[in-house]
T-cell receptor, first 114, second 110 residues
């Protein structure tokens, strides 16, 4: 158990819909990272938040947005969903903001768009 | 932009054989991290290498960071079925952002 929690575990929705994925980092970690992993694909970095502020953006679509709240939990919002958005979405946390800190991953949310 | 290439993409070995995955960067890295993802699981941090030429061992796993800090390798001696999974490297450039390789999926035949 990494200490990072993600809800829901599974999500099935239709094209055009909007969903929100939630992540709670490990106690004491200020950084939250979001990743997308499609079938047989590597990890695509989406976005990084540190203590409530956006620190880095990766390959995140304009239909996707995220935020980190004062209690440090984070939400990833996916809108106008397309079939290609079906994937495993991981959240990870680390204690610091630079790449020198190891990342702890949550169990992921499996999103299926039908 | 900075890229991290990982080879091979897939590897099948017989239990007891050795396995190596390589990670190559287009630019000099400040550090490199290795993660393992079991089938159906999430990535788990294995190790971080920072120094040029650094070698670290974890039981049957040996991690190396190249002298030029542009490549790294993970070698597993005498693979076991518990080694099955995908091994990712993630390297950080001068901007301190981690760039992830696509991973090497290891299958071990008992």
């Amino acid at each position: 158990d990494s200490g990072v929690t993600q809800t829901p575990k599974h999500l099935i929705t239709a094209t055009g819909q909007r969903v929100t994925l939630r992540c709670s980092p490990r106690s004491g970690d200020l950084s939250v990272y979001w990743y997308q992993q499609s079938l047989d694909q590597g990890l695509q970095f989406l976005i990084h938040y540190y203590n409530g502020e956006e620190r880095a953006k990766g390959n995140i679509l304009e239909r996707f947005s995220a935020q980190q709240f004062p209690d440090l939990h984070s939400e990833l919002n996916l809108s106008s969903l397309e079939l290609g958005d079906s994937a495993l979405y991981f959240c990870a946390s680390s204690v610091g903001t630079s790449s020198t800190y190891e990342q702890y991953f949550g169990p992921g949310t499996r999103l299926t768009v039908t | 932009g900075q890229q991290v290439m990982q080879i091979p993409q897939y590897q099948h070995v017989q239990e007891g054989e050795d396995f190596t995955t390589y990670c190559n960067s287009s630019t000099t890295l400040s550090n490199i991290q290795w993660y393992k993802q079991r089938p159906g699981g999430h990535p788990v941090f294995l190790i971080q290498l920072v120094k040029s030429g650094e070698v670290k061992k974890q039981k049957r796993l040996t991690f190396q960071f190249g002298e030029a800090k542009k490549n790294s390798s993970l070698h597993i001696t005498a693979t076991q079925t518990t080694d099955v999974g995908t091994y990712f490297c993630a390297g950080a450039g001068n901007n301190r952002k981690l760039i992830w390789g696509l991973g090497t999926s290891l299958a071990v035949n008992p």
